[in-house]
């Protein structure tokens, strides 16, 4: 006779087996095109729009060696005879280069290409140590409370009052003369990192206590208290994935702040040094020649850093709204 209930049981099994990563990743994508977030993204043409401009200049940045015509970084291939070599369609213009040469010979499109990714490296890794370190002291700030509260704030309440471009210069000015100049040579771009970083942590620090104050008095957490889960627990596990939205907006806007701050500091000559030049260095050595004719060594790096914080403060603004139910 045969077992009728084997079947049942294999039902079962296959049940309670987890669904495997892939399976789980196609339902995550699935239950977000479903969602309201993509709908209002669908919903913006300048969302799409700033959103595939931020994706082509990632992507000339991430495959700077392939995209760009000339390699800058390679001193044997410049030549001096090649420099001040206006755009291609203005007189005097080398079909070799599309954008015109700066003083050193250097292809300007291969050089943005190139500063870009300097300067997207730089902002990326600001906001990102400056997310870590933020998140974690609003955490405590918002679950402690008490002194640990009050210590926290405080030194938010006067880093607030400086502006941050006045703190990354003075961090900046600090590890200058705590190390040699060869050591400031090669740790200028951590450097100039940690600097953004220190100037941007405040708006995380207090956006996520307040979101703090707000889930830990949920019945959740709470419940977590009584059953005897070590506070470091509870906001790993439980605060922390409910507080990560408003972060996510943050660093996003973030972003746009920090790349400005390179830009401005390597303007004022205290960013990355003029071998490995970012947007902002680009610009600052075009502004040297600006006003003798050469106008395209400083006009299309600012175009450049224009676009790119444009179209990564339009995708802030547009996660922003869509992640605030109130707007929905």
Known sequence: MQDIRTPNLQAKAELAAPPSFAV??????????????????????????????????????????????????DLASLDLFNAYLPPVWAEGGDSRFLLGTDDQGRDVLSAMIFGLRISLLVGFAGVLIAAVIGTILGLLAGYLGGWVDALIMRIA????????????????????????????????????????????????????????????????????????IHPVLIMYRHVLPNVTGPVLVIATLSLAVAILTEATLSFLGVGVPVTNPSLGTLIRIGNNFLFSGEWWMTIFPGVALVVLVLAVNLLGDWLRDALNPKLR
């Open 157 to 228: 309440d006067v880093q607030l009052t400086f502006p941050a471009i006045l703190i990354a210069l003075m961090i900046d000015g600090i590890a200058g003369a705590l190390m040699s100049a060869q050591a400031r040579a090669e740790f200028k771009i951590y450097v100039l990192i940690m600097a953004i970083a220190a100037s941007l942590w405040v708006n995380f620090a207090r956006t996520v206590r307040g979101s703090t104050l707000v889930e830990k008095n949920k019945e959740y957490v709470q419940a977590a208290k009584v059953i005897g």
């Open 24 to 73: 789980r990743f196609v339902e995550s994508i699935k239950r977000f095109l479903d969602g309201d977030v993509f709908d209002s993204f669908k919903r913006s043409p300048v969302t799409i729009l700033a959103f595939i401009v931020t994706v082509i200049l990632f992507f000339c940045a991430i495959f700077a060696p392939w995209v760009a015509p000339h390699d800058t970084y």
